[in-house]
Nanobody
Framework: QVQLVESGGGLVQAGGSLRLSCAAS????????MAWFRQAPGQEREFVAV????????YYADSVKGRFTVSRDNAKNTVYLQMNSLKPEDSAVYYC?????????????????????WGQGTQVTVSS
């Protein structure tokens, strides 16, 4: 089993920045592909970013490309999401997800159904 705990959410004005963290435990962190998803009220959970096990490969949703950066520190068992130039439409609950099987270079990393482990989520609210 893997436990994921997100932190770093909050209220920020448009144009501001936040950094989310997700601390993992229960399994060797470097064996896990890590991703961020978000879900706004009344909407489906959507892919935000993913990072490979060694941190060398990342992919982003088009809506956040150039503004968000995903990174990981395998020594600290933590993945991060640096969010800059935030917009009101970025407001959502952000979830950290992990999986031991997903290949980040493949075609399925953006499908939330394929991730086995999820955090409880952290709220991000961007005011206009």
């Amino acid at each position: 089993q893997v436990q994921l705990v997100e932190s770093g959410g909050g209220l920020v004005q448009a144009g501001g920045s936040l950094r989310l963290s997700c601390a993992a435990s229960g399994r060797t962190f470097s064996t896990l592909a890590m991703a961020w998803f978000r879900q706004a009220p009344g909407q489906e959970r959507e892919f935000v970013a993913v990072i490979s096990r060694n941190g060398r490969t990342t992919y982003y949703a088009d809506s956040v490309k150039g503004r968000f950066t995903v990174s990981r520190d395998n020594a600290k068992n933590t993945v991060y999401l640096q969010m800059n130039s935030l917009k009101p439409e970025d407001s959502a609950v952000y979830y950290c997800a992990a999986d031991s099987v997903i290949y980040v270079g493949g075609s399925y990393y953006s499908n939330p159904r394929l991730y086995d482990y999820w955090g409880q989520g952290t709220q991000v609210t961007v005011s206009s």
